[in-house]
């Protein structure tokens, strides 16, 4: 890639003529309706692809790969019933006979609002709006006290005051009540946000508020979208593209840090990179085998990420990150991912995938989930969000599970540590 790719308009980028190693799962997404017309081609098979996913050849024949590697222990919890049979979908269909006395006996009782398609009695489905019904909606960004303004535009820093991007951007730890002290968490985060619109407005009207979107840097819409996301409660990390093993033959996009690029361009790059939008609490890799193997080239980025008042989530899918080791000497409060969810995009992977990482959470506290917005993502892990409180597991926020912030979970008028 030349320089003048790094710095041309989004969308005017030369399409690689080497064959994506995702072609399978972008045919998916065009198949799935998403609106991608006015996406660059060029990086939205990445961008959207499950981190980890199997590649695939032409003919259909698995390919291998050196820069993705699935993480997450073995399964060791009895097979549990499948997520889709056992949790309760908020937007399923109610009768129309049904659905007035009910609904509004429903709305005395909780005191959340529903929202009745065309005004009146809903005559299919009905739309509980709990963001606002029990006002989980985060902040307008950005706060004053936390921009600096650079030639790329505004980035995140660190208040005079002490006040940290991390802190005022995090999403709050809040359950409506029933669990008991010392209860497991999960923190879900699904990346690819910002790059089709309709995937990205469906994750953010459909999943519960706590779970955390990541947005990539180059969305034609992000100002909108991101504010719509936190409106909607939910917290939001920028995903940095970095180095794979594989480059440029696998490219994340224009200003990914490189491992040979050296320090002054890496940070210009990252400076570009983080202008794109605000109200990001953290950042994630995407892709980035080759560069966070490499201690000289990471250790300088991660202490950029640091002096911004940012986390830093490593998205588990390279066994040879360097970002939990190095993340400590940089004071940097930094998490890796302990399962990713659609590394395989099946739904009996997902659902295996989704058990494992409950299993981790009762065994060891707390416990990270990645995925990507792709439909069959969305749909289960929507759904086991929305069961996790009934099987004794709080749905936590991505900064909730950093292990310098983790707070308390406030429940009502009490607190689960």
Do not use: C
Request: glycine share 10%; no cysteine.
């Amino acid at each position: 890639m030349t320089d003048d790719d790094l710095n041309a308009p989004l969308g005017q980028f030369p399409v690689q003529k080497r064959p994506s190693r995702s072609n399978v799962l972008y045919a998916a997404v065009a198949i799935g309706g998403l609106g991608l017309l006015a996406v660059p081609a060029a990086f939205l098979p990445e961008l959207v692809r499950p981190p980890g996913a199997a590649l695939y050849a032409a003919n259909g024949v698995p390919a291998s790969s050196t820069d993705e590697t699935p993480v997450g222990g073995p399964n060791n919890a009895h097979p549990p019933q499948r997520i889709a049979e056992i949790a309760s979908d908020t937007t399923a269909t109610v009768p129309a006979q049904k659905a007035g006395s009910g609904a509004e006996a429903v709305e005395r009782r909780t005191g959340v609002r529903i929202i009745r398609a065309g005004g009146g009695a809903a005559p299919e489905a009905l739309i509980i709006d709990v963001a606002k019904a029990l006002n989980t909606g985060l902040p307008a960004a950005p706060d004053p006290r936390l921009i600096e303004q650079t030639p790329h535009g505004p980035i995140p820093r660190i208040g005079v005051d002490g006040a940290r991007p991390s802190e005022v951007y995090a999403g709050p730890a809040v359950s409506s009540g029933g669990l008991a002290q010392g209860s497991p968490r999960v923190a879900l985060l699904i990346g690819g946000m910002g790059l089709a619109p309709r995937a990205t407005e469906s994750a953010i009207a459909s999943l519960p508020g706590a779970v955390t979107l990541g947005f990539a840097p180059y969305g034609a819409d992000l100002a909108r979208e991101t504010a719509r996301a936190r409106e909607a409660g939910h917290e939001i990390v920028l995903q940095i593209p970095m180095e794979p093993f594989d480059f440029p033959r696998d490219n994340p996009g224009p200003h990914t840090l490189l491992a040979g690029a050296g320090k002054a361009a890496n940070i210009d790059n990252l400076t570009w990179l983080m202008s794109r939008f605000t109200g990001y609490a953290g950042v994630a890799n995407f892709l980035g085998g080759k560069l966070t193997s490499d201690a000289k080239a990471l250790t300088p980025v991660l202490r950029e990420i640091a002096a911004y008042g940012l986390f830093y989530v490593d998205d588990g899918t390279s066994a040879q990150s360097l970002a939990m080791t190095l993340a400590p000497g940089q004071a940097l409060a930094a998490a890796r991912a302990d399962v990713v969810l659609d590394s395989t995009a099946e739904p009996e992977a997902i659902e295996a995938a989704l058990a494992r990482l409950e299993a981790i959470a009762r065994d060891k506290g707390v416990a990270i989930g990645v995925a990507s917005a792709l439909p069959p993502s969305i749909a289960i892990i929507g759904r086991f969000a929305r069961a996790l409180e009934a099987r004794g597991i709080a749905l936590i926020p991505l900064s909730a599970a950093m292990p310098s912030q983790q707070p308390s979970l406030a429940i009502g008028a009490s607190t689960v540590r």
